[in-house]
């Protein structure tokens, strides 16, 4: 499964941004598809995640209200309303396939995003 992120860049405080992350299989093919966000020296931090199975999508209390997750058959994507200095970071698409021990994870490159105060 490839997939390829863009949309990141520099916006001020209180700006938008849309982040896709383009997949090479249906998105309807898995499990899971989900948002993570990471800044240097911490974690990586989940901003959002869909399930297929069934259909729902839960947020970070960070983002809740402000982000909003969709995707249609190939892309997966990421609103980001009302930006603030602390949304800056690297954020990156992963998504989960298979079943049982067949499950396997993958991530995009990342893309950034950078908020001005």
């Known amino acids: 499964v490839r997939l390829v992120e863009s949309g990141g860049g520099l916006v001020q405080a209180g700006g938008s941004l849309r982040l896709s992350c383009a997949t090479s299989?249906?998105?309807?093919?898995?499990?899971?598809m989900a948002w993570y966000r990471q800044t240097p020296g911490k974690q990586r931090e989940l901003v959002a995640t869909?399930?297929?199975?069934?259909?729902a999508t839960i947020y970070g209390d960070s983002v809740k209200g402000r982000f909003t997750m969709t995707r249609d058959s190939r892309t997966v994507y990421l609103q980001m309303n009302n930006l603030k200095p602390e949304d800056t970071a690297v954020y990156y698409c992963?998504?989960?396939?298979?079943?049982?021990?067949?499950?396997?994870?993958?991530w995009g490159q990342g893309t950034q995003v950078t908020v001005s105060s």
């Open positions: 992963k998504v989960v396939i298979g079943i049982g021990a067949n499950q396997r994870a993958y």
């Open positions: 299989m249906n998105t309807f093919t898995f499990n899971t």
């Open positions: 869909t399930f297929n199975n069934p259909d």
